[in-house]
């Protein structure tokens, strides 16, 4: 232990106030300070003039819970952040090279697959493949998404739903609502300041950051969550970055918002990621308007082509969009908690928004430093190596996840497909994986840790949705409740149904919520 500072942490300050800095402020705040008048200090310093990166508006089902635990209505969640619900991300053209693009899709939907009796994934392998696909086989959600429907009526509470769901939302608005409950309902402080300087002690921590409003701030604890830059971590405190440009080639993506066509157009209540020459485009409707970006990797084409590709996907609507281009860092820091500083969002690391794994990785390393934080300085370097390893796990396991999307596609329309597909790109541990599920389908024990981002559902549901072949074999002999297995098939079709005639259109049921709200749970 070199460090020479002791004592118990009393204040926190966090630089940074997009997403991943309020989410962090609200969880710090409420688990560590909002019911204890004595307890740790959370301040907030923003700076006015470097604007948030103003994308993030996709998220998943563990975003509920936050939201509910930090006690923030949904209703007015939904009525302040133009927010939609999300069911599924419908990957198009993912599969093959499309003839007729557009026409081929699978849905990774949020329901786990129905597993009362068991994983009914051999049953589907040895009975139905190549029929029903997979999601409609062990699921109602596919079904529901592509009805037009939402997850929930409005006599459902508050979070609660008949299927799982995340939202889509305005990601200015959101850190906006953010902002206003932790300052409001959670004591953080907020300062508007322009960080010009950190200053370090002779131990190297952090001993003050030094702003053009308010001169020297000191803090116990410092978190970075200054964006890609990484003011802390990165450049005051040296901790590399790993690039993962290697495993997953997007390094750009082009953002644009852009009207519907109509006033009162459908609104899909899932993502729509759709395979392109180079990338693929994200695709989000919210109730006043729709986001939309193309993800690309620049060593495969130029920006221009990129543009042009992007135009033309958002046709008419798209016409005088404004499109932003953002470089992307792919990869992430060697380090998460280095001496006295943190870092959380893109300043911590990111990889392509495929998933939607930004805000969820943020979200689940704020609640874990609000969780492990020590009250005493001394063995913060402990706390601090528990942290990176976790969120190291994370990381590694999302990087497999996403770039699984790639590797088993059978695309070879150009050099971008061809590279992902090439053994070379793909992690070890994926590869291995891959490799044992050809002859048996996963399991949970494929998933031991409980920092896993994505579990075996998750695999499934894109394994098989891509037509990923797993030969049973002599395994088949594993599974012999095929009748029952076949019950259960029936059973979920005539769910389906029934829920789709109690289920209200997307559109109507959000219109409802900001009408008349919901029921507190
Ligand atoms: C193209 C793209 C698409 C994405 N889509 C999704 C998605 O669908 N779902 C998802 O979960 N995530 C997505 N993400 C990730 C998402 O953007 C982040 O989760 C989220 O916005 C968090 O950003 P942040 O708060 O870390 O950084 P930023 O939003 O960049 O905020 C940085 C903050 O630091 C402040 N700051 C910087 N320097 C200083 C200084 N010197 N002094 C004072 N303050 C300073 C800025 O003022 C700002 O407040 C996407 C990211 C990209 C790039």
New binding site residues.
């Given amino acids: 232990m070199t460090r020479d500072a002791t004592g118990a942490i009393k204040h926190i300050l966090i630089?940074?106030?997009?997403?991943?800095?309020?989410?962090t402020a609200c969880h710090l705040a409420r688990k560590l300070s909002a019911n204890a008048p004595n307890g740790i200090r959370v301040t907030l310093?923003?700076?006015?003039?470097?604007?948030?990166?103003?994308?993030?508006?996709?998220?998943?089902p563990a975003i509920r819970q936050s939201l509910h635990s930090l006690g923030i209505s949904e209703a007015e969640f939904i009525r302040e952040c133009d927010v939609s619900f999300k069911q599924s991300i419908k990957f198009v053209d993912w599969v093959n090279t499309p003839e007729t693009p557009g026409e081929s899709y699978y849905h990774h939907v949020f329901d786990y697959p129905e597993n009362s009796l068991g994983d009914l994934t051999p049953y589907w392998l040895e009975s139905q493949h190549g029929r029903v696909p997979y999601a409609d086989a062990v699921s109602v959600q596919a079904h529901i998404c592509d009805r037009g429907l939402g997850p929930k009526t409005i006599s459902q509470s508050e979070y609660q739903g008949h299927t799982s769901y995340a939202y889509h939302l305005d990601?200015g608005k959101f850190?906006g609502l953010l902002a206003r409950h932790a300052v409001d309902n959670l004591g953080v402080r907020h300062l508007l300041?322009?960080?010009?300087d950190v200053r370090l002690a002779a131990s190297g921590d952090i001993a003050a950051?030094v702003?053009d409003q308010y001169g020297e701030l000191e803090a116990d604890l410092f978190v970075d969550?200054?964006?890609?830059?990484s003011?802390l971590l990165g450049e005051a405190l040296g901790v590399e970055f790993i690039d993962r440009k290697d495993i997953l080639f997007a390094d750009y993506?082009l953002?644009a918002q852009v009207p519907y066509g109509e006033p009162d157009a459908p609104i899909p209540s899932y993502?729509i990621a759709t395979a392109q020459e180079n990338g693929w485009i994200?695709d989000?409707g919210l109730p006043g308007r729709r986001g939309s970006?193309y993800?690309y990797s620049s060593a495969h084409t130029d920006h221009e082509r990129a543009e042009s590709v992007f135009r033309q996907y958002l046709g008419a609507q798209g016409e005088s969009a404004q499109v932003r281009r953002?470089p992307?860092k792919v990869g992430y820091r060697e380090r998460f908690w280095r001496r006295n500083c943190v870092a959380?969002?893109?300043?911590?690391g990111?990889v392509?928004?495929l998933e939607?794994?930004?805000?969820?990785?943020?979200d689940a390393t704020a609640q874990m430093l609000a969780d492990t934080i020590p009250t005493e300085k001394s063995v913060m370097d402990i706390a601090a190596r528990a942290f990176n390893r976790s969120v190291r796990y994370s990381w590694d396991r999302v990087i497999e996840f996403i770039k699984l999307h790639y590797c088993i596609s059978r695309r070879s329309d150009t050099d971008f497909w061809l590279d992902n597909r090439s053994a070379e790109s793909i992690p070890e541990a994926l590869r291995e994986k891959l490799a044992l599920w050809r002859y048996q389908p996963p399991t949970q024990y494929d998933f031991p840790s409980r920092f896993e981002i994505f579990n075996l559902p998750n695999y499934q549901y894109v394994l098989y949705g891509m037509g990923f072949e797993t030969a049973l074999g002599e395994t088949a002999a594993r599974y012999p409740n095929r009748q029952m297995a076949h019950q259960q098939f029936e059973r979920i079709k005539a769910y389906s149904r029934s829920l789709s005639q109690e289920l209200p259109g997307h559109r109507a049921l959000i219109e409802k919520i900001k009408q008349y709200g919901l029921q507190k749970i």
């Fill in positions: 630089v940074g106030g997009g997403t991943a800095g309020w989410l310093v923003e700076s006015a003039d470097i604007p948030t990166i103003g994308v993030g508006e996709g998220t998943v990601a850190a300041a322009n960080v010009v950051i702003t969550c200054t964006g890609f830059r003011l993506a953002a993502t994200w989000i970006g993800v953002i992307m959380i969002g893109l300043s911590q990111f392509e928004p939607a794994t930004g805000i969820l990785v943020y």
